[in-house]
């Protein structure tokens, strides 16, 4: 798992205010996941019930970000492609995750240089998650 650290001593997840901003980020997440039209299709592949879905994405978010291990602890390596592998995740379903994220980190997160590089980082793992046949990360070179 990437750490995603400013100058290798205090952590994103320190800076932008440890584990209530990870809270609310993703609880916008969802939100914007419930509310927006764009959103219709990956919000049909989850749960009626978010819960244990918010919950899952709190931990692993804030162990990304450099908080603490508890998601490794206790799920192991995260493997997302493997526990999304039973979903059909192409570049639309990206867009609509990157646009809950986006509209998320927008309203969440102050600073404009972390906001901007996780946009950034996010936007490489969401499109690293696709797995749809034109994915170029699967094509043989």
């Known amino acids: 798992m990437t750490t995603t650290t400013i100058d290798n001593t205090v952590s994103i997840y320190d800076r932008i205010g440890g584990f209530d901003t990870v809270d609310r980020l993703v609880e ?6 419930d509310e927006l039209p764009e959103a219709r299709g990956i919000r049909a592949v989850h749960a009626d019930d978010l819960g244990p879905t918010r919950a899952i994405l ?7 970000l450099g908080g603490p291990k508890d998601y ?6 995260p493997r997302l492609r493997m526990r999304h592998s039973h979903l059909r995740i192409g570049p639309a379903e990206r867009d609509a995750w990157m646009l809950c994220m986006n509209g998320a980190l927008d309203a969440t997160i102050e600073d404009v240089g972390i906001r901007e590089g996780l946009r950034e980082n996010l936007a490489k793992l969401a499109d690293w998650m696709r ?11």
């Open 28 to 33: 916008t997440f969802y939100r914007n996941m």
């Open 58 to 64: 709190k931990v692993y978010l804030a162990e990304w």
């Open 72 to 77: 490794s602890a206790k799920k192991g390596h």
């Open 131 to 141: 797995n749809d046949p034109d994915n170029a990360h699967d094509k043989r070179q």
